[in-house]
């Protein structure tokens, strides 16, 4: 069965940090993609982050994110990891880790999902 179960996620103040992990069970070592995702109130999900688990250097980010979020991978714990600096109240959502096989930021190419992690920012 496949799972995958985020954590990390809490209120907390502009200018802050927050540190969200993705344990993935039950998956093949083909499906060696792991992506973030986030959706707020009343909007899309929307890409965040994506990395590959057989290479360090395939990580790509959406541009609103770049320079203060960072995907890691600790792979003998099956976890991925987003670091989230500087927060600010736009990146109040719900974030999501998905897994697959191809290296895509197109959310419909996956078919694995987490229930999500809550981030809130207070101002």
């Known amino acids: 069965q496949v799972q995958l179960v985020e954590s990390g996620g809490g209120l907390v103040q502009t200018g802050g940090s927050l540190r969200l992990s993705c344990v993935v069970s039950g998956l093949t070592a083909e499906s060696s993609v792991r992506a973030w995702f986030r959706q707020a109130p009343g909007k899309e999900r929307e890409f965040v982050a994506i990395?590959?688990?057989?290479?360090?250097?395939?990580?790509t980010y959406a541009d609103s994110v770049k320079d203060r979020f960072t995907l890691s991978r600790d792979n003998p714990k099956n976890t991925v990891y987003l670091q989230m600096n500087r927060l600010d109240p736009e990146h109040t959502a719900l974030y999501y880790c998905?897994?697959?096989?191809?290296?895509?930021?197109?959310?419909?190419?996956?078919?694995?999902w987490g229930q999500g992690t809550q981030v809130t920012l207070s101002s």
């Open positions: 990395g590959s688990l057989v290479n360090s250097e395939w990580t």
């Open positions: 998905t897994a697959g096989a191809k290296y895509s930021i197109l959310k419909r190419l996956y078919n694995h």
